[in-house]
């Protein structure tokens, strides 16, 4: 095998695999990159078992071939060099030289018939999406899986395709985010695949803005696809819980917040909270929102803001930190946030819709409120 390729796009190929390599297992094959060049093309794959993902490029090749390469020492080098094109060369003994300009560097590989190869996609029901809207959905709905291994199904992001919908669900039991967007497939076709956290991560680190993606479903795995990039991961097993109970249909308040003013103001009194209370009261008055908290050992915090509001007085007290990140994962200048009473969740809409076909809402469950 021999081939050349310009140093820093090699680089960018080789990064987005490094993620994928695994550092602790049993098998030594699996701690290396599998470098293919042939047709023109230049593959470089990793894969843990679990999940895998091939990234390719155009770059001149010399001479067709395979080998693999220990991922962490070959990753390491090639973000060190300088040179403007770096030149690859491997022997019949896997022996893998790198030359860029006066400098040369010899790598010990193992052969490409030991790597594992990725799962046949040829079977799997394919559908295509923007890859945008793909990527928005994932964004919008991982920062509330669960990160407790105990609750199983929690850790992953719940795809669902049915009657024409693509919905992406995330909760971890006190925050929940839900996604929807209308594609074009098959109305009649429905299932339920639930994607671990891990990977969703790596695939908004894979993902782009512009283009499609080519999404293989199959019964315990899931593959995405775009134009330089193959991601290929495990579903995780078991039903996920019916959200749709959590998500409240009624509304007796609805009230429009500023997205940007609320974040700051929450970052503000959430400095008077502590763990044990991890809480800020929520004072719905007329033509005024007022935050507040306090603690015995901090002190006292309370801010306000301007709103559009002249019914009774309200009092609902939330976890702060989650409601920033919903916050964070909105993108309209302003939300809307709709309650009930102080006791029931609270749901809160992306003033930002530049698609009328896609939608999300999110839904975060109220604290107790303090007595004093």
């Known amino acids: 095998m021999k081939f050349v390729i310009a140093t820093q796009e090699f680089n960018y190929l080789v990064n987005k695999c490094l993620s994928i390599v695994s550092q602790k297992s049993t098998m030594p094959i699996l701690s290396n990159f599998l470098i293919q060049a042939s047709n023109g093309e ?73 790597f594992p190869s990725l799962p046949d996609l040829r079977d799997a029901t394919k559908l295509k999406i923007p890859q945008d809207q793909f990527k928005d959905m994932l964004f919008r709905t991982a920062f509330a899986v669960s990160r407790d291994e105990t609750r199983y199904t929690f850790t992953g992001v719940c795809m669902q395709i049915a009657n024409g919908k693509a919905i992406f669900t995330g909760t971890d039991g006190k925050k929940l985010a839900k996604s929807t967007h209308s594609i074009d497939f098959d109305p009649s076709f429905s299932g339920t695949y639930i994607i671990p956290i891990r990977s969703v991560e790596e695939l908004l680190k894979t993902l782009e803005e512009e283009g499609t993606v080519s999404i293989y479903l199959m019964d315990d795995k899931i593959a995405v696809e775009n134009d330089n990039s193959l991601f290929i991961t495990k579903l995780l097993s078991g039903e996920y819980p019916d959200v749709q109970q959590v998500i409240p249909t009624k509304h007796e308040i609805v009230v429009s917040l500023h997205r940007e003013e609320l974040i700051s103001l929450l970052r503000q ?61 909105t993108k309209g200048e302003a939300i809307s946030l709709e309650l009930t009473d102080s006791f029931n969740p609270g749901l809160i809409k992306d003033g930002h819709t530049p698609n009328p076909l896609a939608n999300s809402l999110f839904v975060l469950m109220p604290m107790r409120l303090s007595t004093e």
């Not at 976890?319 to 994962?329: D, G, S, W």
């Open 42 to 114: 230049l593959a470089i794959t990793a894969t843990d078992l679990a999940v895998g993902v091939r990234c390719f490029t155009q770059a001149k090749i010399l001479e067709e071939g395979a080998t693999t390469v220990p991922a962490k020492t070959f990753s390491s080098l090639i973000r060190e060099l300088t040179a403007l094109n770096v030149e690859i060369r491997t022997n019949s003994h896997d022996v893998t030289e790198i030359i860029a300009d006066s400098s040369r560097f010899k790598i010990h590989g193992m052969n490409s018939s030991e």
């Open 269 to 329: 009194v959430s400095l008077f909270t502590e763990n044990a209370h991890h809480s800020v009261k929520f004072s719905l008055e007329k033509g005024e929102l007022k935050l507040s908290a306090n603690t015995k050992e901090l002190g006292e915090g309370k801010v306000s803001m301007p709103v559009d509001y002249h019914q009774d007085p309200l009092e609902i007290a939330f976890n702060p930190t989650y409601f920033i990140e919903i916050l964070r994962h």
